[in-house]
Nanobody, 123 residues
Framework: QVQLVESGGDSVQSGGSLRLSCVAP????????MAWFRQAPGKEREGVAF???????TYAASVKDRFTISQDNAKITTFLQMDSLKPEDAAMYYC?????????????????WGQGTQVTVSS
């Protein structure tokens, strides 16, 4: 069941930037940890960025220092600022919500997912 709504995906050139947004349906998600995952064709889905309820963040090594996860003050919208994009960043990006906050990128803990937003990066 899709409960989160992502937006912001687009086609950009290598070195460009994009900002993805993920809107939760209600303020019950203020108590959830949020993450962005991505899946490229032929590859497994991987965790990209995570933010807990205290605002602490975790990043995959491949995006650290280039991507930034954040939330608005109401914690209804979660953002992923992506800078210095590379062709290997091209993928469908999904946001997800985890009520347990037990770990960063364990997929089965995430109970709500969005439908995905496509990011294309040309060299």
């Amino acid at each position: 069941q899709v409960q989160l709504v992502e937006s912001g995906g687009d086609s950009v050139q290598s070195g460009g930037s994009l900002r993805l947004s993920c809107v939760a349906p209600d303020d019950s998600y203020r108590s959830y940890c949020m993450a962005w995952f991505r899946q490229a064709p032929g590859k497994e889905r991987e965790g990209v960025a995570f933010i807990d309820t205290d605002g602490e963040t975790t990043y995959a090594a491949s995006v650290k220092d280039r991507f930034t996860i954040s939330q608005d003050n109401a914690k209804i919208t979660t953002f992923l600022q992506m800078d210095s994009l590379k062709p290997e960043d091209a993928a469908m990006y999904y946001c997800a919500a985890d009520p347990t906050c037990a770990s960063s990128f364990t997929e089965f803990e995430y109970t709500s997912w969005g439908q995905g937003t496509q990011v294309t990066v040309s060299s």
